[in-house]
Every structure is written in structure tokens, then in C-alpha cells.
């Protein structure tokens, strides 16, 4: 059972009969479930997981103290400080009086404020270019069990992916990034004798294919240690994990890194049909470079456009 069921067990078997025996006037108000931070959230997690932070217990979402005031909210926190503290086999962490930072009762507004700085997940192009991909992974995973009161979902669903301007904006960042590392700076560290700037350059271009993976899938990229994990389970390019894991892996002898450079014009040359296919680029040729301007073109609000290609990296 992962931490995700482990949740949902915890919720149906303790939460929701607490919440129906002392708060049913609460109801229309609340929300439940399991998202934010930690490997649960995202249904990554093993036995390796459980060395921190990882209990049995769900967040409840409230709305404003216009709505739940203050009073009710902390009777609802020590409500949830009093359930069960293990629960198969699972021991949960003893919450601050407020709640907890990640489990327990929590303010709508104040949980995307403290992950992406709006708490009605309301956020301007500018905002939206420079806001972490992991935090609005962090957003929109996991899974509300319930959710009455509407809030929680409608935000997480503005949030579910980047407007189509800055994901173009992204793409033309991460894209000129894969041509500068890969194609162009690779074999001139080679040639160079510079075999650990090879290396840096290898993996430079692996850390801009997946960005263009994900960017390309219409879905964030998690904490970077989750990244491979997340790309295998991608619908589109998810099989050039293992030749991104190639690169990373393997060394740069002559014979090594002729075959590096062909995995990496193979890999370009997947990408670009991708770009092809979402009519992204405009540019007819094997030069992720050329591609990376087009898809900058392609922007159609004029002042991101005419930022600096690298602005949303």
C-alpha cells in the first residue's frame, strides 16, 4: 500500500467519521486529501520513503475566516491532533498545535500562497514564467477525496498547466539549451581534451531534454530525483529516458562518445518531429537552435516574446 491508499485508508477509517460525529456543519466547507510535498504526494514513494516525514494522516482544506473562523478552525485542528497516531504499522507525527505544515488543517489560501505566492492560484504571465515547476507539481498532484466547499478544486484546476505563451517560452529556452550543450559544445570539449566539460555538457543537455519532455506532455516537472521516474510515465518521448540515462551513465572514451553524439542527434531529431507534430516550429532542419527561435516566434504576447530567449529557464 502506498502513501497515497495509506491516506485515503487513514481519511475513510478515522477522518470522515470524526468530521460526519462533531463537525457536520462543517461539511459544505471542507475539503480532503493528500497533495504538496513529499513522494506520496506524487505516488513515488517505497520502503525508502518512510525514513521521513511520511505518515498516516490527509490534509483538510478550509476556506477563509470569513467562511470557518478562527475558533472553529482550531477545534477542528485539535479534532485532528486527537486520532490515531499509527495506523497500519504507520506512526503519525505528533502536529504542532497550528496544524502541522504539511498534514493536518490547513487554509486553502495560505497552501498556495506558501507554494506559488497566490493564494486564489491566480498568477500574472511574469508569475507564471518564473514560478517553480516543482512547486505547481506540488499543486495539482496527489488526490482530493473530497471536496465540497469547491475551492480547492477550481484553483488546482487553473493550475494544471502552463498557459500556451509561457510553455512556448520555456520550450525556446530549453531547446537553445540542448543545442548550445549537446549538439554544439559536447565534441569541442572532446576536442579539446576536456573530457570532464564533456561530461558537463552531456549532462547539461539531459537536464534541457527532460525539461522539453515534459514541456512537450503539457505536465510539470517534479523535484529533479522523481524527474526519470515521472518521464517513463509520460505518453509522448517517454522512451528516451533510457537513452538520457545513457548519456548520464556512461564514459567518454573515442569510441564511448561517437556513440554519445549519435544518441544525442537521435534524441534531437525525436524531439524536433515532436515540435513538428504540435505545429511548434515552423524551422526545416536538424538544428535545435533554428527550432528554439521559432518556437519563440510562435509566442504571441509581444513583450515575452521579445524577452531574452533564456528569460523562462
Known amino acids: 500500500m502506498n502513501g497515497l491508499e495509506l491516506s485515503r485508508a487513514y481519511y475513510e477509517a478515522y477522518g470522515k467519521p470524526m468530521l460526519q460525529e ?3 456543519q462543517l461539511l459544505p466547507y ?5 497533495l504538496g510535498s513529499g513522494s506520496e504526494c506524487f505516488g513515488y514513494d ?3 520513503s518512510r525514513d521521513h516525514d511520511f505518515e498516516a494522516g490527509f490534509c483538510l482544506f478550509l476556506p477563509g475566516e470569513d467562511v470557518v473562523d478562527r475558533r472553529t478552525a482550531f477545534l477542528l485542528e485539535r479534532a485532528y491532533a486527537k486520532l490515531p497516531r499509527e495506523f497500519m504499522g504507520v506512526r503519525r507525527d505528533v502536529l504542532q498545535p497550528v496544524g502541522g505544515a504539511r498534514r493536518g488543517v490547513l487554509r486553502t489560501a495560505e497552501f498556495f500562497s506558501e507554494k506559488i505566492g497566490a493564494g486564489d492560484g491566480v498568477l500574472t504571465l ?5 514560478t517553480p515547476e516543482q512547486s505547481l507539481a506540488e499543486c495539482v498532484n496527489g488526490a482530493v477525496f473530497f471536496d465540497n466547499y469547491g475551492q480547492l478544486t477550481a ?3 487553473s ?3 502552463f498557459p500556451e505563451d509561457v510553455r512556448r517560452k520555456k520550450l525556446a529556452g530549453q531547446l537553445l539549451l540542448m543545442a548550445q550543450s549537446g549538439q554544439y559544445n559536447y565534441l569541442r570539449c572532446l576536442r ?6 564533456a561530461q558537463l555538457a552531456a549532462v547539461e543537455f539531459v537536464k534541457s531534454t527532460v525539461a522539453v519532455i515534459f514541456l512537450l506532455n503539457r505536465a510539470y516537472q517534479p523535484y529533479y530525483k522523481w524527474s526519470f521516474r515521472a518521464l517513463r510515465a509520460l505518453p509522448r518521448l517517454a522512451l528516451t529516458a533510457e537513452l538520457l540515462e545513457y548519456l548520464l551513465t556512461s564514459d567518454n572514451s573515442a569510441e564511448q562518445s561517437d556513440e554519445k553524439y549519435r544518441v544525442i542527434e537521435s534524441i534531437a531529431a525525436d524531439v524536433i518531429d515532436e515540435l513538428t507534430a504540435q505545429g511548434l516550429t515552423k524551422a526545416i532542419c536538424g538544428d535545435l537552435e533554428k ?3 521559432s518556437v519563440n516566434d510562435g509566442v504571441e504576447d509581444a513583450e515575452v516574446r521579445n524577452s531574452h530567449i533564456l528569460c523562462a529557464i
Not at 30 to 34: E, R, S, W, Y
Not at 126 to 130: D, I
Not at 192 to 197: I, K, L, N, P, T
Open 126 to 130: 511574469g508569475q507564471w514564467l518564473h
Open 46 to 48: 517505497d520502503e525508502v
Open 192 to 197: 579539446h581534451g576536456e573530457h570532464a566539460a
Open 30 to 34: 471542507l475539503a480532503a486529501g493528500l
Open 159 to 161: 493550475l494544471s498547466a
Open 291 to 293: 527550432h528554439a527561435y
Open 22 to 24: 462533531q463537525f457536520p
Open 155 to 157: 484553483i488546482r484546476r
